[in-house]
């Protein structure tokens, strides 16, 4: 009978664990802290990534229309031009130690993969802690 109590406890002990921390998801999803979208909209800073003029105008653009609507949104960007996409990685991981922003954003082509795993994008969205988005600029709002 004393087997049956301490596996009794150990199985209370484990369900009062899970119940507290299916609580605490429960909270995080109603304050928007799970999702990239949800985490987006609650950064203050942001690196905005853009590899050539028409996806840096668009950038730009962008930029002045969040700082409108969120005028306490701290942008850091990055101008990456050459199409090394390993240089690339690099200048976005040490950006993202020096600058420290809580998300990133990345300006791509509108008739590029809209796919999260293709190319650099998909390599800086897997590879970054942070959470990782793309704008998509048309092809007549480039430089």
Same mark, same amino acid.
């Given at each position: ?8 406890? *150990? ?42 003029? #028409? ?16 005028? =306490? ?7 990456? =031009? ?19 922003? !809580?998300?990133?954003?990345?300006? #791509? ?14 390599? *800086? ?7 990782? !988005?793309?704008?998509? *600029?048309? =092809?007549?709002?480039?430089?």
């Amino acid at each position: 009978m004393a087997h049956v109590s301490v596996f009794a406890v *150990i199985g209370l002990v484990i369900g009062a664990g899970v119940f507290v921390a299916l609580v605490i998801l429960a909270f995080d999803v109603l304050r928007g802290d799970v999702g990239g979208h949800q985490t987006m909209a609650r950064a203050r800073r942001l690196l905005v990534i853009s590899t050539d003029d #028409r996806t840096h105008a668009g950038a730009e653009q962008w930029m002045a229309e969040q700082r409108k609507e969120h005028p =306490k949104l701290q942008f850091f960007v990055l101008a990456h =031009k050459g199409g090394d996409e390993q240089g690339l990685f690099m200048d976005v991981q040490a950006s993202v130690e020096r600058d420290r922003p !809580d998300a990133v954003v990345m300006a #791509r082509h509108d008739e590029d993969s809209h796919s999260m795993q293709e190319g650099a994008f998909g390599r *800086i969205k897997e590879d970054l802690a942070i959470p990782v !988005d793309a704008i998509y *600029i048309p =092809k007549e709002s480039g430089a």
